[in-house]
């Protein structure tokens, strides 16, 4: 493998994402939790964990764990409980789950 190819694949990925995403944190990062802000959450922790990049986007998240008190695991069980009860992606035009 040539150098370049070394510090190319070295390099920090640009999640696809990541101006949507940011976009949604920074809401996140201004309002209080409750059942769809704590699904974002872990959906975005879930996205960006062992991505290779976007770092700024993975700090933030773990940013708002700290600022919510919540581990990450308490996190996946609030949220394992919310969507059992209640469909929180649903999207009203084609009643179908959003996860994109």
Known sequence: ??????????????????D?????LN???REDP???NLAELARL??????????RDIQKDLDK??????????????KTREIHATQSIY???TNKKEDWT
């Not at 949507?20 to 949604?24: A, Y």
């Open 20 to 24: 949507r995403d940011r976009n949604t």
């Open 64 to 77: 708002l764990l700290e600022k919510w008190e919540l581990t990450e695991d308490q996190l996946f069980q």
């Open 45 to 54: 922790r879930i996205r960006y964990t062992g991505f290779p990049g976007s």
């Open 90 to 92: 649903t999207v009203r």
């Open 1 to 18: 493998m040539s150098s370049a190819n070394i510090k190319l694949s070295q390099k920090d990925q640009r999640h696809p994402q990541q």
């Open 34 to 36: 409750n059942d769809l």
């Open 27 to 29: 809401r996140l990062l």
